[in-house]
């Protein structure tokens, strides 16, 4: 298994490192850092503290990592190691990131002085310097290895600490206490790339378990409770399943959105030949699964369920691609994200079109003068995010009342949230060097605790002008998207009795949409995929095969969050919505295993293609 790039790649090494403090400390901190970094310099009295504070508990590890581009930094690292002993090794390190407020000539030249290198055997002097420069070289490795792109970079028994460097956080970190093992909990599991995948199955699994349990009735009771707001007789309640199923998956919808814009304007699906394949294969795999359901349930009460088989589920699919790891190619991993994406749309368009209640044009008018107002925001270059947000909860009350699927409102706010062009990222930092470094001076004043307010407000303004309001809502609603919102979803949703009479009764539904997932998706979006290249109008890569696409294919099987979200609006009746949960539980199920089985089996074309690669369009027949 590939190590974490947030670990130490190689263990603390007394015999090698440079280490302070006793081997057999509880506790150990590694230090990257660099002589000419600034932010070393000012954290090298805070280790200090903290070694006071620890005593013989803490182990302290200080490894090269010069800055980039520094001459002077280099050399720096150079010349201590030219120290023949650890206290000759620390007295020069001291000196070097305490003497003067900066770096200078004049410290190297002190410290070359007390370690007795101006007057050294020449062919030493050779030997010493290539020792050195291996040493520091060595540490650079190590650098790379764990992550580190700053210095300073700590990392706290062999993990990487991204907290504050003040003495406060670090101790709290080194102590391990509650509040930073939550939170280290917490990022391991988000940074894990199943992780969404299988808090939605851990959902899903746990409302089966209360549906089919003596809580039945609690559990379904507490999910039609009526929850909303009152003044005299006037008000609004929802059920909190529908609160969930109408409000919450709308922030969902809005992140969909958001993820449609990006891809289109700046990701996979901004350039036609990119975009081509991916399209071309959703485009198959939406319709295909509708033809096949359409042509088993022609006609009758289920004939309005042909869109349960249309939707992939993002997040599981790509939960089990991250799992197989470095069997899936790259390339495979884009395209089946970005076929995903379409696939969005399409579920987005045929819920607006089929899938909505009898329309209101007086709803319908208030939505589009609020459609207009975000409109003359985004023209003005409006970037503050709440006038957004307010017009965005007017927007979904106008489209709740106009029949249109309230969560609709979401994928249309999204289009008006602005991205902007890229910011002066070097002109910026340097105004926030300068602020920080000008509060800095005023620290020590009289009555003076802190940054002025004016200056946290240019800061404030700084950071708003590097990450626009589309990126900054994308990186925390999707979050809460996918680790809230969903398995909330899941779990007003997916509970369903099973019962032998729920199968027998409706044996022709099962079929149709597991036929859908199971072999309407892969066979759509494989073969209008390869139809696409052999027409030339789109190019599979020759990262994989067409036999890891058919594994891809069977993995866009996976419905699950948006085929439970059409099977609601399509089957009003209880039973007929169960069957339908059942039916996509298990032809997800099948078809999550068809998928990985085939992504396991199959092999990458580097593994076993011989002679030089066509570099070329590739065609169905070149496999």
């Known amino acids: 298994m590939k190590r974490p790039n947030n670990r130490l790649d190689r263990p603390v090494d007394p015999n090698y490192d440079h280490v302070l403090g006793p081997p057999d400390a509880p506790i150990t901190l590694v230090e990257y850092g660099s002589y000419d970094c600034p932010y070393c310099r000012a954290a090298n009295e805070k280790i200090a503290q903290i070694r006071d504070q620890f005593g013989d508990r803490l182990r302290y590890v200080f490894r090269h990592r010069p800055i980039t581009g520094s001459e002077l930094a280099r050399r720096a690292a150079y010349l201590v190691e030219h120290a023949r002993t650890p206290k000759e090794f620390w007295d020069a390190h001291l000196k070097l990131m305490s003497r003067s407020a900066s770096l200078t000539e004049n410290d190297l030249i002190a410290v070359a002085n007390d370690l007795g290198l101006t007057e050294e055997d020449p062919i030493k002097a050779e030997e010493a310097m290539k020792g050195a420069m291996a040493r520091v070289e060595a540490d650079e490795h190590s650098a790379r290895a764990s992550g580190v ?17 003040d003495e406060s956080s670090l101790t709290d970190a080194l102590l391990n206490r509650l509040g930073h093992r939550v939170r280290t909990a917490a990022l391991d599991f988000v940074s ?18 209360l549906t089919n349990s003596p809580l039945e009735q609690v559990f379904d009771w507490a999910w039609d409770q ?16 529908h609160w969930v199923n109408d409000a919450l998956l709308t922030i969902f919808f809005l992140v969909v959105g958001l993820e449609i814009k990006r891809e289109f304007t700046v990701g996979h699906l901004a350039g036609p030949r990119s975009a081509a394949l991916p399209i071309a294969g959703a485009i198959g795999g939406m319709i295909v699964p509708a033809g096949i359901y359409m042509t088993l349930i022609p006609q009758g009460g289920w004939a309005h369920g042909w869109g349960v088989p249309m939707a992939t589920d993002t997040a599981f699919a790509l939960a089990l691609i991250a799992m197989l790891g470095s069997r899936v190619p790259v390339e495979l991993r884009i395209f089946l994200t970005a076929a995903a994406i379409v696939d969005d749309i399409g579920a987005i368009a045929v819920v607006a079109a089929f899938y909505s209640d009898d329309l209101h044009l007086g709803s319908l008018a208030g939505a589009a003068v609020v459609v207009a107002g975000l409109a003359l925001l985004n023209r003005a270059h409006v970037y503050r995010v709440t006038p957004y947000a307010l017009l965005g909860v007017v927007l979904w009350a106008c489209v709740h009342a106009s029949g249109l699927h309230a969560t609709l409102a979401g994928v249309i706010l999204a289009l008006f949230i602005p991205t902007r062009p890229p910011a002066d990222l070097r002109g910026l930092m340097i105004q926030a060097d300068t602020i920080i470094a000008a509060e800095a001076q005023q620290a020590g004043g009289v009555l003076r605790h802190g940054p002025s307010t004016m200056a946290m407000r240019t800061l404030d303004d700084i950071f ?42 409706h044996q022709l539904l099962f079929a149709a949409i597991m036929a859908g997932l199971m072999i309407g998706k892969p066979l759509g979006l494989v073969s209008v995929a390869a139809l696409a290249v052999a027409l030339r109008i789109a190019v599979k890569p020759n990262a994989y095969s067409w036999l890891q696409l058919v594994g891809a294919g069977a993995l866009a099987g996976i419905g699950f969050t948006m085929s439970l979200f059409i099977a609601g609006q399509a089957f009003p009746n209880p039973s007929d919505f169960g069957a339908a949960k059942i039916a996509v539980f298990a032809a997800s199920a099948i078809s999550a295993i ?23 369009v590739s065609s169905p027949d070149d496999e």
Do not use: C
């Open 464 to 505: 708003d002008r590097i990450e626009s309001p589309a990126d900054r809502l994308l990186r925390h609603a999707g979050a809460r998207s996918s680790y809230a919102i969903l398995p909330l979803f899941a779990l007003a949703n997916a509970g369903v009795p099973i019962s032998h009479d729920l199968w027998s009764s």
């Open 594 to 616: 068809v998928g990985t089985v085939i992504l396991l089996s199959a092999k990458n074309p580097e593994e076993d293609s011989e002679g030089e690669p066509n570099n070329g």
């Open 192 to 209: 894990w790339g199943p992780s969404a995948g299988v808090l939605l199955l851990l959902a899903t699994m746990l409302a089966i378990a």
């Open 149 to 165: 792109m700053v210095t300073p970079t700590f990392f706290i028994n062999g993990r990487r600490y991204d907290g504050p460097w």
């Open 226 to 241: 009526k929850l909303g707001l009152a003044v005299g007789n006037l008000g609004f309640q929802m059920s909190l399943r």
